[in-house]
């Protein structure tokens, strides 16, 4: 029964890999190379064989196209191109040499990823990526974004090029992000955002808050944090290390052919990094003396009010939909 099972994937993958090789081939009849253009369009740049250490994670990013585009149907979310502004692609880092576009979403890997390109493209000469400062990796002028183009060279890009997102359970993430920027205590990152957001949680939020508490921020807790991510009122609800995946990277407009989810992350990296032929760098694992946020989703989503969680339902409903998680995985219920 196994053995039915294992060549019914690999035939299904061998077919989905042929239509994908059949469709690349069309739209490299329609995309005439311009003189002076660093590279042509490639539709087959790489040939893999189904065998080897990679081929589930090679199968897992051909299901998630798949299921991303099934979704976006579904949810008929697609938007053309002309309609949005080049800023709409902000958080899309480009690189050129290995014709990779990738969108960075904060809390998903991304200081690592970031990292691991800036080997990649020669931004650094050692092949250790824990050793480049995070504040480097995301310095602004460290990689070139998609927005910086304009809409034509975006289109061509988005035509030619792989795409590459890291995405994660919305609860998942949003948990991970107060932790390192609101709990956290004498962390250079954790004080801006505690002065930035934090007051002004405790102040809108928190009956008869304390001076102390008004003057530094840096005790929000986690009922506040998401009172305050949920408040359509409130300015400034949308920071990018908790706005929803779907504003940050148009996935249902740029048609992301890399779809890595955070609970497989090293094993999809390394298969990406393959797929770009990038040798000289391995992704990093999670240090084993730290603890995953997935291990304390239940202390704290267990102090929520069942109006929060419906908020939360509601902020992250395309983000849940689009990338196949529930809610039931994090809280054990639905909330239909």
């Known amino acids: ?6 060549w019914r994937i690999i035939l299904s993958i061998a077919v989905t890999w042929r239509a994908i090789a059949a469709a690349a081939d069309a739209n490299a009849a329609l995309i005439s190379p311009h ?3 660093k590279k042509s369009f490639e539709p087959n740049k790489y040939i893999y064989s189904w065998t080897g250490p990679n081929a589930l994670a090679r ?4 299901e998630r196209q798949e ?3 099934y979704n976006c149907e579904l949810e008929s979310k697609g938007a053309d191109i002309g309609a949005l502004t080049p800023e709409s692609f902000r958080n899309i880092l480009v690189d050129d040499s290995h014709e990779l576009l990738y969108c960075y979403v904060p809390k998903v890997a991304c200081t690592n990823w970031k990292r691991v390109l800036m080997i990649a493209m020669g931004k650094w000469g050692g092949d250790d990526p824990l050793v480049i400062p995070a504040s480097l990796a995301h310095s602004p002028g460290t990689f070139e974004r998609l927005s910086n183009y304009t809409l034509p060279e ?5 035509a030619a090029y792989d795409k590459l997102i890291v995405v994660r359970h919305p609860l998942e993430r949003l948990l991970s992000a107060y932790r390192n920027k609101l709990e956290a ?3 250079k990152s954790a004080k801006y955002f505690q002065s930035r957001f934090g007051k002004k949680i405790v102040k809108k939020y928190r009956p008869n808050a304390t001076e102390e508490s008004l003057r530094n921020g840096d005790d929000v807790t986690f009922r506040e944090f998401v009172d305050f991510v949920t408040d359509n009122s409130e300015n400034g609800t949308r920071n990018e290390h908790w706005r929803p995946i779907y504003e940050l990277c148009q996935p249902c407009t740029v048609n992301y052919n890399l779809v890595s989810k955070y609970e497989s992350l ?3 990296a390394t298969e990406v990094l393959e797929r770009i032929g990038v040798t000289s760098v391995s992704f990093p694992g999670r240090p084993p003396s730290s603890e995953p946020t997935s291990r304390k989703l239940d202390k704290y989503y267990s102090s929520l009010s069942y109006k929060q969680l419906r908020k939360l339902a509601g902020l992250y409903r395309l983000d849940l939909r689009l990338f196949d998680y529930s809610l039931e995985d994090v809280l054990g219920f639905s909330l239909a």
Request: charged share 45%; proline share 0%.
């Open 59 to 62: 199968s897992a990013l051909v």
């Open 185 to 187: 205590k004498h962390e």
């Open 154 to 158: 975006i289109e061509k890009k988005l």
């Open 67 to 69: 299921r991303l585009q």
């Open 35 to 37: 003189e002076g253009d």
């Open 1 to 6: 029964m196994t053995e039915c099972r294992a």
């Open 266 to 268: 090293v094993e999809d």
